[in-house]
């Protein structure tokens, strides 16, 4: 048995003209016609299409009901959702979205606190520099700033504090108000208080002379 297999290695070793006259042995032959294809490994990290770029904003849900709305035909039902989105770098902002599913009335949301974003005067600590309360419908709010004692804020306070970047703050929601979005739109009342700071100007005569220099051209 053993002479046997020797002299079958021995066969399949031994080198072989091809078309071409270059030497190719039996293994090497075997192979080629053999396989049809490489099997290469899967690699889940790469994705198909392009990569959508990464939001510098980050967001959190403070409400999500569902709400109902009586017809003729009967009841028809959607979802309201409260999001607060932030850069922990000095401006957040608060938005409503509402939709018969959850994922649009989200964007929905996103969109809306977009639009609504503000930049409070903070110090260098990220802290408010005085006192502040404020009153929307029936919730109240107030913030103190309490140096080197950390962020202290519950609820949607805490929400908006913690995505805007603030710092040593204690914040508390005095009424007894239990709906998160009008304690958040009080807390963004309170920091409009403190000082927003101006948004960015754009020099539109330049942009007119510029139009005015090519027309000339």
Not at 132 to 153: E, F, H, I, N, Q
Request: proline share 4%; net charge positive.
């Amino acid at each position: 048995m053993v002479v046997e297999k020797k002299e079958k290695i021995k066969k399949l070793n031994e080198p072989e003209t091809s078309q071409g006259g270059f030497e190719i042995s039996k293994k090497t032959a075997l192979k080629k016609t053999t396989r049809k294809f490489v099997n290469k490994k899967f690699n889940k990290k790469k994705r198909r299409g392009p990569v959508r770029p990464r939001s510098e904003y980050e967001q959190k849900i403070i409400s999500m009901r569902r709400v109902t709305r009586v017809v003729a035909g009967g009841r028809r039902f959607s979802f309201s959702v409260g999001v607060v989105i932030g850069n922990r770098n000095g401006s957040v902002g608060v938005g409503l979205g509402k939709s018969s599913d959850t994922s649009l009335a989200i964007e929905k949301a996103v969109r809306d606190a977009k639009k609504n974003m503000i930049t409070p005067m903070l110090t260098k600590t990220n802290s408010i520099p005085f006192d502040v309360d404020a009153k929307y419908c029936a919730s109240r709010v107030m913030m103190l700033p309490t140096p080197r004692k950390g962020l202290k804020a519950g609820g949607a306070m805490r929400a908006i504090l913690d995505l805007l970047g603030a710092k040593d703050i204690t914040g508390k929601i005095i009424s007894r108000s239990k709906n998160h979005v009008n304690n958040a739109k009080a807390t963004i009342k309170a920091l409009k208080k403190v000082g927003i700071k101006s948004p960015v100007k754009i020099d539109v005569s330049k942009k007119e002379d510029k139009k005015e220099k090519a027309e000339v051209k």
